[in-house]
């Protein structure tokens, strides 16, 4: 018998497994604790009001889940983002669900960019005001839902068309699917001039 074959096979198994407990695990929850930064939130612990039990925490004190909620926080911004994932998630590379919903944040950071294999991102009742920020998002090429609502740029005219020809690879916007003919809609008037400071 392979020692050395039988060993890799044991190490992909468990691999595998630890992904899918991670892919169902529940969220973890850091909504509704008045943190102001990044960093408040890395000593919480997570709460089990909203979603019944908590995600297995691990030796190192860190949480197996892909889901992490920042709602109803006081964040102004997204600087530390990464750090808080890399503290709080056991595998923060899984990270595919990630709500930041009213909160007080002004403007989408390069932090997201890091996590590609993000599908879900909730940005709505903020306070982001450029919708040339948005580019950021384009290289989250996994990314099928999105929420902005409720943040200044949706005041901007033919906002919903800017969004779905800046990220073609939605699949729902604000909560209501985009569909085919929206993606084949010319594009905005002003469409380059309005994301020209990104690009």
């Not at 991670?22 to 919480?44: G, N, Q």
């Not at 005041?155 to 073609?168: A, F, K, M, W």
Request: charge should be positive; proline fraction near 5%.
């Amino acid at each position: 018998m392979n020692v050395n074959h039988s060993a890799e096979n044991h190490t992909s198994d468990y691999k595998r497994n630890e992904r899918q407990e991670i892919l169902i695990a529940p969220p973890l929850d850091l909504s509704f604790r008045k943190a102001t930064t990044m960093e408040e939130l890395m000593e919480k612990r997570a709460q089990i009001i909203r979603t019944g039990k908590a995600p297995v925490r691990t030796f190192k004190d860190r949480y197996m889940t892909s889901t992490l909620w920042l709602s109803n926080n006081l964040l102004t911004s997204m600087e530390g983002l990464q750090r808080l994932v890399d503290k709080v998630l056991n595998d923060p590379i899984y990270l595919s669900w990630l709500d930041l919903s009213f909160n007080e944040i002004n403007e989408i950071g390069e932090d997201i960019e890091k996590f590609i294999n993000l599908k879900i991102l909730y940005l709505h009742g903020n306070k982001i005001s450029n919708i040339a920020d948005t580019l950021r998002l384009r290289k989250l090429q996994n990314l099928r839902s999105l929420t902005l609502h409720g943040n200044p740029i949706e005041d901007v005219p033919c906002y919903r068309g800017y969004i779905i020809h800046l990220l073609p690879q939605l699949l729902v916007l604000d909560f209501s699917p985009v569909i085919a003919a929206e993606k084949k809609k010319a594009l905005p008037t002003g469409f380059f001039k309005m994301i020209q400071p990104r690009i």
